[in-house]
């Protein structure tokens, strides 16, 4: 029997629904670029659903406008100012994810050799990068200074003078910043933190007068700024503006001792809601931040900031398939096709990331255990979580585009998850999943005669 919809006569009876109701579900911490349609995932114009079959599990989906609209909302805040926003691309170093923001206006925040080459390779204005980190070699040193980098974020007193060393045999000058430890607390997790005394990162404020003074006899320096990145995930503005006056204490200071700083560079460290933080939106406090900045007459100044997770955190999921249901007496676990080696935050931090059906059923929730099907006890991606799912289903991992996908290993010898990058209703294959061979491409077969026969 053909419906013909619209016409009077055609009295149908009430079609029983071949799918219940769509399941109410809450906004992601990715809305509204990844969004309830229909009673499945969506991100932005596609259903997350129909990237998973067309790409297999584990993978990374990614929405380009929610980057867009990250860097845009940064570069908002600053109109009107000399400002640049180099994205700390450790966060999400994938290169086409490079191209967005450098197509975006952005300068990227490095921390290693490779992560210049990477950066070189996106299209990348070396002008427009800085580079951070507590242990370059001289090699890295001397790749960055021949294609002319913007700025060196100088990280001890040693580093300076391999800095000088390495510029003076290029018969060049190192543009540099000291990156000072301004010694607040930033209230986030021991390992995220990095601008109290007692970490690893940075110069010691009582020390960084003394550094600059340094720097200014060096001739094969010359510097241009001064950098502080206070750690990661926070969630208030105040310990940014603790940060801020302890470095414009210095910047004071150091200017009475006649030399001059250029930029300032606040790096990055912003939070991201990954379950019920409450960060402040990048206007508000870049606000504050510039309101501080002018009150203290220093608005005249180039700013830098180097914003990694707050970029791109939100902007990104993992859709990861359920293998198994192994419900037990004190717990029960979904084991699933993504684990510590596709998403090491839970497994090294601790950290939640919400988890949530592509396609909800309904049904009474039950609690799970997230587990991942690497050989490790700390394999888990979600502890005790309310979950209608059965083995097949599809589940997303949310907040999954920062610290992820660049922290993945191949332990167990796994190889990387697919990427994918969603605009609009299209999408691209960025990262195409790894076969074996791709794992075991710069290893050498046995040639030693090393072989003993335990035989008699
Ligand atoms: C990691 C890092 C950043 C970015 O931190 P987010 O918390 O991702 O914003 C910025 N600057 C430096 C020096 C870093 O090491």
Same mark, same amino acid.
């Given at each position: 029997m053909t419906a013909r919809?619209?016409? !009077?006569?055609? =009295?149908?009876?009430?079609?029983?629904?071949?799918?219940?109701?769509?399941?109410?579900?809450?906004?992601?911490?990715? =809305?509204?670029?990844f969004h309830w349609r229909d009673g499945e995932l969506w991100v932005e114009e596609?259903?997350?659903?129909?990237?998973?079959?067309?790409?297999?599990?584990?993978?990374?989906?990614? *929405?380009?406008?929610?980057?867009?609209? !990250?860097?845009?909302?940064?570069?908002? =805040?600053?109109?009107g100012r000399d400002a640049l926003v180099?994205?700390?691309?450790?966060?999400?170093?994938?290169?086409?994810? &490079?191209?967005?923001?450098?197509?975006?206006?952005?300068?990227?925040? +490095?921390?290693?050799?490779?992560?210049?080459?990477?950066? &070189?390779?996106?299209?990348?204005?070396?002008?427009? +990068?800085?580079?951070?980190?507590?242990?370059?070699?001289?090699?890295?040193?001397?790749?960055a200074l021949q294609v002319g980098i913007g700025c060196f974020n100088v990280e001890s007193l040693a580093e300076l003078d391999v800095l000088d060393a390495?510029?003076?045999? &290029?018969?060049?000058?190192?543009?540099? *910043?000291?990156?000072?430890?301004?010694?607040?607390?930033?209230?986030?997790?021991?390992? /995220?933190?990095?601008?109290?005394?007692?970490n690893k990162f940075g110069i010691p404020h009582e020390q960084a007068l003394a550094a600059y003074q340094r720097a200014a006899t060096l001739p094969g320096l010359q510097v241009v700024g001064i950098d502080c990145h206070i750690g990661s995930q926070i969630t208030s503005v105040a310990p940014y503006l603790d940060a801020l006056d302890r470095v414009l204490d210095l910047v004071e200071q150091v200017e009475a001792a006649g030399i001059a700083l250029h930029h300032l560079d606040l790096g990055g460290g912003l939070g991201i809601t990954y379950r019920d933080e409450t960060p402040p939106a990048v206007q508000a406090w870049m606000a504050a931040l510039l309101q501080r900045l002018d009150a203290r007459g220093h608005g005249h100044r180039r700013l830098l900031f180097?914003?990694?997770?707050? &970029?791109?955190?939100?902007?990104? /999921?993992?859709?990861?398939?359920?293998?198994?249901?192994?419900?037990?007496?004190?717990?029960?676990?979904? +084991?699933?096709? =993504?684990?510590?080696?596709?998403?090491?935050?839970?497994?090294?931090?601790e950290a939640?990331?919400?988890?949530?059906?592509?396609?909800?059923? !309904?049904?009474t929730p039950e609690?799970?255990?997230?587990?991942?099907?690497?050989?490790?006890?700390?394999?888990?991606?979600?502890?005790?979580?309310?979950?209608?799912?059965?083995?097949?289903d599809w589940l997303a991992v949310a907040s999954a585009g920062a610290y992820c996908m660049s922290m993945a290993s191949h332990y167990n010898?796994?190889?990387?998850?697919?990427?994918?990058?969603? *605009?609009?209703?299209?999408?691209?294959? +960025?990262?195409?999943?790894?076969?074996?061979?791709?794992?075991?491409r710069q290893e050498r077969a046995l040639a030693l005669d090393v072989v003993t026969s335990t035989r008699a």
């Open positions: 919809p619209g016409s !009077a006569d055609t =009295a149908l009876p009430t079609m029983t629904p071949t799918s219940p109701d769509p399941v109410a579900m809450p906004a992601l911490p990715g =809305a509204p670029y596609l259903p997350v659903a129909e990237l998973a079959r067309a790409h297999g599990t584990p993978l990374f989906v990614y *929405s380009a406008s929610a980057m867009r609209d !990250a860097a845009r909302a940064y570069q908002q =805040a600053l109109a180099c994205y700390a691309m450790k966060a999400n170093s994938t290169l086409a994810v &490079l191209e967005l923001f450098a197509r975006a206006g952005c300068g990227f925040d +490095i921390v290693s050799g490779g992560e210049l080459e990477r950066a &070189l390779r996106a299209g990348a204005d070396p002008q427009r +990068i800085v580079f951070s980190g507590v242990g370059k070699t001289r090699a890295e040193m001397r790749r390495v510029a003076r045999e &290029l018969g060049c000058r190192a543009p540099v *910043s000291l990156r000072v430890n301004p010694d607040v607390d930033a209230q986030t997790h021991p390992y /995220i933190s990095t601008g109290l005394r007692d180097e914003p990694g997770r707050s &970029l791109v955190g939100n902007a990104g /999921i993992c859709v990861t398939e359920v293998l198994y249901t192994k419900p037990g007496p004190a717990k029960s676990f979904l +084991i699933v096709d =993504a684990g510590m080696n596709d998403l090491p935050r839970p497994a090294m931090y939640y990331h919400a988890i949530v059906p592509v396609r909800p059923r !309904a049904g609690l799970w255990d997230v587990v991942g099907p690497v050989c490790e006890s700390g394999d888990w991606l979600g502890r005790d979580r309310a979950l209608v799912t059965q083995a097949g010898t796994r190889g990387k998850a697919a990427e994918v990058l969603v *605009s609009g209703a299209r999408s691209q294959l +960025i990262r195409a999943r790894e076969v074996p061979s791709d794992l075991w």
